[in-house]
Every structure is written in C-alpha cells, then in structure tokens.
C-alpha cells in the first residue's frame, strides 16, 4: 500500500458527474505533482489528469479534457479529480500516483458508468 488513498467512485449514468478525492499520508504531499490514472479491464493504466505540486499546472488526455477537472487543496493533503459528462468508456479502476517515479499503488476507487 503506497501513500495515497483513493476515495468518491460509484455507480452513475451516463451524463452524469462523480468528484474522487485522494488522500496522502506519510509524504510530504505539497512538493509532488499528482496525477490521477485509469484502468479498465483488459487495457493498460493510463494517466488521464495530473497537477503540478503548487497547482500552477495541469494535463489532460484527450479523451477526457473539457470534462474533468483536476484540483488540490495542499493543507487537506488532497487532490481531486471532477468528473462531468461522464461516458460509458469512463468505466475503469481510477487511481492517484505521482506522473513519473511512481510509489507504489493504492487500491483505487471504482468509477462503473452506465450506458
């Protein structure tokens, strides 16, 4: 279990919106950017939003900009991912890591879509 714990998915329709929170603990958070990740059954895991560690910058994939949202409040040791217009192709285990040299992985929160 790495320090970040993912928290806030579910069950939604389609068009529907979900905000996911991911909690750090025994890091010092505020010096990390953040990404969140993605997998879904079958597929490799892939980054779809991160944030730099004073919150200056963010990415996004393709597949997800205009409708998601990346944020963090540093003195909750929390960064958030908003999620609107949710699509079916949304479906996946969403997870929170650094971009690059990751920790090692939470569990992960499940984000289920319907169509």
């Known amino acids: 279990q790495g320090p970040f714990v993912e928290s806030g998915g579910g069950l939604v329709q389609a068009g529907g919106s979900l905000k996911l929170s991911c909690t750090a603990s025994g890091i010092t958070f505020d010096l990390y950017a953040v990404g969140w990740y993605r997998q879904a059954p079958g597929k490799q895991r892939e980054l779809v939003a991160s944030?730099?560690?004073?919150?200056?910058?963010?990415s996004y994939g393709d597949s997800v900009k205009g409708r998601f949202t990346i944020y963090r409040d540093n003195a909750k040791n929390t960064v958030y991912l908003q999620m609107n217009s949710l699509k079916p192709e949304d479906t996946a285990v969403y997870y929170c890591n650094r971009p690059v040299h990751t920790f090692d992985w939470g569990q992960g929160t499940q984000v289920t879509v319907s169509s």
């Open positions: 944030i730099s560690s004073s919150s200056r910058s963010s």
